[in-house]
T-cell receptor
Framework: GEDVEQSLFLSVREGDSSVINCTYT??????LYWYKQEPGAGLQLLTY?????DMKQDQRLTVLLNKKDKHLSLRIADTQTGDSAIYFC???????????FGAGTRLAVHP | NAGVTQTPKFQVLKTGQSMTLQCAQD?????MSWYRQDPGMGLRLIHY???????DQGEVPNGYNVSRSTTEDFPLRLLSAAPSQTSVYFC??????????????FGPGTRLTVL
């Protein structure tokens, strides 16, 4: 079946890099997404990567995809307090008519 | 564009009551979906629709009904609320023209408590 797993919590110091990891099981996934949820708000799309790519960079964000290991990571450079949020990994799966979400990683940024 | 809107923002129900959570989008998206978010479990798909008149079940459909009479609206009905339905509910929409779910846009959520 389809499953997406993430660690639940990450704590980093302001200015350091954050790396949030995700594993997925559906090898037919074509797109993988990272969403950000700030307290009391809905999910906001941060970035996505197509399955034929290994890496995608977008300003402070770097997404790495290892298709062989079905492992996805999101790196945030120079992490700021405004980056404190829950980050969700999601894969397009199940015949491509739905997204499967991980449980979310809560990123806490401290001074 | 207002994007995806949801009402109400908060709701408290007693066990056995019914209610409808409203969701609307003004982006002409074919695909709309409802998720519930529970602590430590991420988002789980309740129901989805790929166009007006077409709906289907997601992972956790029991206790919920949906209909899609227009492209813009996708209400979620709780027929007889139970404490297990206490959750935050998100509506999302996306294009579906190629037959694939495109990038999903989320509403702000409805926080529901069932006593």
């Amino acid at each position: 079946g389809e499953d997406v797993e993430q660690s639940l919590f990450l704590s980093v110091r302001e200015g350091d890099s954050s790396v949030i990891n995700c594993t997925y099981t559906d090898s037919s996934s074509t797109y993988l997404y990272w969403y950000k949820q700030e307290p009391g708000a809905g999910l906001q799309l941060l970035t996505y990567i197509f399955s034929n790519m290994d890496m995608k960079q977008d300003q402070r964000l770097t997404v790495l995809l290892n298709k062989k290991d079905k492992h996805l990571s999101l790196r945030i450079a120079d992490t700021q307090t405004g980056d404190s949020a829950i980050y969700f990994c999601a894969e397009r799966a199940g015949g491509y008519n739905k997204l499967i979400f991980g449980a979310g990683t809560r990123l806490a940024v401290h001074p | 564009n207002a994007g995806v809107t949801q009402t109400p923002k908060f709701q408290v129900l007693k066990t056995g009551q019914s209610m409808t959570l409203q969701c609307a989008q003004d982006m002409n998206h074919e695909y709309m979906s409802w998720y519930r978010q529970d602590p430590g479990m991420g988002l789980r798909l309740i129901h989805y629709s790929v166009g007006a008149g077409i709906t289907d079940q997601g992972e956790v459909p029991n206790g919920y009904n949906v209909s899609r009479s227009t492209t813009e609206d996708f209400p979620l009905r709780l027929l007889s609320a139970a404490p297990s339905q206490t959750s935050v509910y998100f509506c999302a929409s996306s294009f579906f023209r190629t037959g694939f779910v495109d990038t999903q846009y989320f509403g702000p959520g409805t926080r529901l408590t069932v006593l």
